[in-house]
């Protein structure tokens, strides 16, 4: 493709430039890049002859570009409008209502009584099937240090 370039054909450069052969030397081209502005290239410096058309495979590619964008569009719209749906209002939190968080105070105290007092039982179960020991009653000492 590169051996049927001629004068008037348009070409793209390695570096990436645009140009219009001009005049075809033994081996090299003057080309023009802008009005006025000629270059000399080698042969080796032209990557591709301009088509004025595109290929067939080109325009397969051109294609597929097209309906990825089209479905990434459709995907995009599809997904901002279940984000914002236009029938319901926004549910807003109770801090953006302007209420206020219940906080449950736990007390430790009677907690604590209450584990202990299960620790008891399960003792004096596990005394009377195990050991054949009954104990009538624990009686729990107040450490007077402890509050």
Known sequence: MLNSIAAGDEILTTGGMFGKVIK??????IVEIANGVT???VK???AQKVVAGATT??????????LRWAFIAIIIAWALFSMFPLNEKL?????????MHVVL???TDAAVEAKVESIANQLRKELATE???????FKR?????CP
């Open 141 to 145: 000492l107040i450490n007077p240090a």
């Open 44 to 46: 080796n410096g032209i």
């Open 91 to 99: 549910k807003l939190g109770l801090d953006l209502q302007g209420g």
């Open 131 to 137: 050991k054949k020991l009954i104990f009538p009653m």
């Open 57 to 66: 495979e080109e325009k397969k590619v051109n294609m597929n570009l097209k």
């Open 39 to 41: 270059i000399k290239l």
């Open 24 to 29: 075809v030397i033994d081996n090299a081209y």
């Open 105 to 107: 105070g736990v007390d």
